[in-house]
């Protein structure tokens, strides 16, 4: 076939490329005829190139089939095997491809869960600067505004206080100079209000200290216990059997004078009974209170009391309570035993150790060296405040702030400094309670001012440990936690720490 087409091709080109000769009379006719035979021979041509190529095509491709079908059957095992090596790595190259993609997606899952926790604590750390600005401001505001005690009102009221039991132990003095009674001294104010500062209370208090002296010719006896609290003893006299005193003539006392003697009224035994005292003091005041200057515009109103003698004054729509507690003073110290209770339930004819003078001395003596704007009475009424519902006691409190006090300089008890002293404050009373130990400040404290006046043997003591039934009784200790740790947390006090 193929033969046959290039004959009849090389057949065509001979006719066309070499023409026969013909005469130069051709007509136009025949030349038109001639040229119309070329073109259908062109067309002839291109449609015999195509049916060439069609068959070549074919051809080629029924080659092509043979020789794949060859190949398969003498090598299918071997192409077979290439095939499915080929498809295991594809499958292989895909999963891995895969495995890269879940890793990548978890990895970009992994950083934009990241980058969000970064992006919520910095919103948190945000709030809580915040928070910290916004604290620091209403602190601010607490402490200038809301803790803006009327220290002029106070004042006002120690000194109509001291004016008041002035007048009190001098009239009650007239009625009772040649008498077995205690002798009433001058008044001494203690407590809060006296130290230049205040609890958040409805009505201020003043507490004053009366010290009591033994009739004329007499003396207190003190014994100390065995929990180491000192009672007032029966009075005894100086000179012994030289000269009558009721603690060894009592019924020639009673005989001569026909009047009941110390034995008979304040005492229990053979001691000094805090509470017929204070109801004696308490019975005195209202039988001569006409005799008193203030009696002409204050009412007098005699409150409930057992250890001390307490009492309102009203004058229209202002009053003020006052406290009087009683005590011995130990020689010309400024310790006394007093009529304050130590406890729960202290017996009446114990007399404990109080310290409520020189701890008026020590924080008044502090008022006047500390810089004007001195933060450590705010401090102290602050505290006070928030352990008030507490039965935390407030004189741990002191004593802590007391401690602080005669470490640090007082340059860094300004009002800039408050957070930092009230962090101070928290963290000491947070260690000593963990260590259950907290030092009496006044026994064996070898820095205190001079005009402090203490008993030597007092100087020279080991200091009680304040918290020892804290150390003795794990519950009481688990509460005072608690009450501290509830403390901070309802105040939302923050912990400052200072950097030297």
């Excluded at 009650?172 to 100079?177: H, N, S, T, V």
């Excluded at 603690?247 to 026909?258: G, K």
């Amino acid at each position: 076939m193929v033969p046959v087409v290039i004959l009849l091709l090389r057949l065509l080109k001979i006719l066309i490329l070499y023409p026969q000769p013909v005469g130069d009379g051709l007509d136009e006719e025949t030349i038109v005829r001639m040229q119309e035979r070329l073109t259908l021979l062109e067309l002839e041509k291109f449609r015999l190139q195509c049916q060439v190529e069609q068959l070549i095509l074919r051809q080629s491709a029924g080659s092509w089939a043979d020789l794949l079908c060859s190949a398969l059957q003498h090598g299918q095992l071997w192409a077979l095997a290439g095939l499915l090596g080929l498809g295991l790595v594809l499958c292989f190259m895909c999963r891995k491809r895969s495995r890269q993609l879940e890793s990548r997606s978890e990895e970009e899952k992994e950083e934009e869960k990241e980058a969000e926790e970064e992006e919520e604590e910095e919103e948190e750390e945000k709030e809580a600067e915040e928070e910290d600005e916004a604290w620091d401001y209403n602190l601010t505001w607490l402490l200038e505004e809301r803790i803006q005690w009327p220290v002029q009102d106070l004042q006002t009221g120690c000194k109509r206080t001291k004016a008041l039991m002035d007048n009190v132990t001098t009239v009650l003095g007239r009625f009772l100079p040649m008498t077995f009674y205690p002798r009433l001294q001058r008044a001494i104010g203690v407590g809060s209000a006296f130290e230049g500062w205040t609890a958040f209370v409805k009505e201020a208090e003043y507490r004053v200290l009366v010290p009591l002296t033994p009739p004329c010719g007499h003396t207190f006896s003190l014994e100390l216990d065995t929990d180491g609290d000192r009672p007032a003893g029966t009075s005894v006299c100086l000179q012994g059997a030289y000269m009558l005193c009721f603690f060894h003539h009592p019924e020639e006392i009673r005989r001569r004078t026909r009047r009941p003697i110390l034995l008979d009224t304040l005492c229990t035994d053979l001691y000094l009974d805090v509470r017929k005292t204070a109801r004696w003091f308490s019975l005195l005041l209202r039988a001569f209170w006409r005799y008193v200057p203030e009696s002409r515009s204050w009412h007098l109103e005699l409150l409930p009391a057992r250890r001390s003698c307490k009492f309102r004054l009203t004058q229209g729509q202002e009053s003020f309570r006052v406290k009087v507690q009683f005590g011995v003073r130990r020689g010309a110290s400024d310790v006394f035993v007093s009529s304050r209770p130590a406890g729960f339930r202290t017996p009446r004819t114990m007399w404990p150790e109080s310290y409520g003078v020189a701890e008026m001395k020590f924080l008044r003596h502090v008022t006047r060296q500390a810089p004007q704007d001195s933060s450590h009475l705010r401090c102290l009424t602050l505290m006070a405040g928030l352990l008030a519902r507490k039965d935390f006691s407030r004189y741990f409190l002191k004593t802590v702030i007391m401690r602080l006090l005669n470490t640090l300089p007082l340059s860094q008890w300004r009002s800039s400094e408050f957070l930092f002293r009230l962090s101070d404050i928290l963290e000491q009373l947070r260690f000593s309670l963990e260590q259950k130990q907290l030092d009496h400040f006044f026994v064996g404290n070898q820095r205190l001012p001079q005009e402090i006046s203490l008993p030597p043997d007092i100087r020279s003591a080991e200091p009680p440990n304040l918290f020892q039934v804290l150390a003795q009784d794990e519950a009481a200790h688990s509460q005072a936690m608690e009450e501290r740790v509830e403390c901070t947390r309802d105040k939302n006090i923050p912990a400052y720490r200072t950097v030297d």
